[in-house]
């Protein structure tokens, strides 16, 4: 772990939990763990050393000036109320590694348990036929089956059986088998809009996670940029269903004879 993981404070909050968030399909998790940080204004209390984890594949120019190589980060953040009764960590990757995700998964969890976090929580994107208009649902799933009974109180899905891509999901599964509690909370979004952010997906977990956390943030601006971002997603479907009947489809007046008398 020396070297590898660099901690500066440790937390001694009485109960402390542990969101963890990569990458994914509309960035449902990073917007989820970032607007959370933000707005609890969480303190930088660690880092994994990324240089094990990834090699870097270009670099940025400013100006007409070339730029260091710059390593994807991968840090630990703080918050707890008042009191020192609630703790909570959040860790953001800005990338999932190619390989030896596995390892890197583990020096998370390590913090969670120096640190004798109580459950870990991820988030995820449910891919589903939601109309952009619609409100995404959050489906949810949990590392014990005791986990169950405390979801239902929260109006999640239950699907029963799933499949959760990436660390967001593998984290869940490397949770358990060290024993430790674990809920991850799926925000729905559209198939076909996955390269796409969707603000709405993270709006509809943070409000159910804020509430399992029993944490009160102000989601005004998240409810804001969910409603942007139908609005755009609604005028580009628009957009390109307008251009699909142009394409596909031939006035009645540009038919040949021989189709007018069928």
């Given amino acids: 772990m020396k070297g590898i993981l660099k901690l500066s404070k440790e937390p001694h909050a009485k109960s402390c939990f542990m969101l963890a968030s990569w990458p994914g399909i509309g960035n449902v998790s990073l917007i989820v763990a970032q607007y959370l940080k933000d707005r609890l204004?969480?303190?930088?209390?660690?880092?994994?050393?990324?240089?094990?984890?990834?090699?870097?594949?270009?670099?940025?120019?400013?100006?007409?000036?070339?730029?260091?190589?710059?390593?994807p980060e991968s840090n630990f953040y703080y918050w707890q109320d008042g009191e020192a009764e609630k703790g909570l960590i959040i860790f953001i990757g800005e990338e999932q590694p190619s390989s030896k995700g596995y390892e890197l998964l583990s020096y998370v969890l390590d913090v969670a348990q120096k640190f004798?976090?109580?459950?870990?929580?991820?988030?995820?994107?449910?891919?589903?036929?939601?109309?952009?208009?619609e409100d995404s649902k959050v489906w949810a799933a949990a590392t014990k089956p005791e986990l169950i009974e405390e979801l239902q109180k929260y109006d999640v899905v239950l699907r029963g059986n799933l499949r959760i891509a990436g660390l967001n999901g593998l984290f869940l599964g490397m949770a358990k088998e060290r024993d430790i509690e674990g809920i991850c909370l799926l925000g729905e979004v559209p198939r076909y809009a996955i390269q796409i952010p969707n603000p709405g997906a993270s709006y509809a977990v943070l409000k159910v996670l804020t509430r399992m956390l029993e944490i009160d943030i102000e989601l005004t601006e998240l409810s804001d940029m969910a409603k942007e971002s139908k609005e755009e997603m609604g005028e580009i479907i628009k957009l390109a269903t307008a251009e699909f009947i142009d394409h596909f489809t031939e006035p009645i007046w540009e038919q040949d004879e021989s189709e007018e008398e069928e």
């Fill in 116 to 133: 004798k976090v109580k459950r870990v929580y991820s988030c995820a994107a449910a891919l589903t036929r939601i109309h952009p208009s």
């Fill in 41 to 71: 204004n969480a303190e930088k209390i660690g880092e994994i050393d990324p240089v094990n984890f990834f090699e870097p594949v270009g670099i940025a120019v400013e100006d007409n000036v070339i730029e260091e190589p710059r390593f």
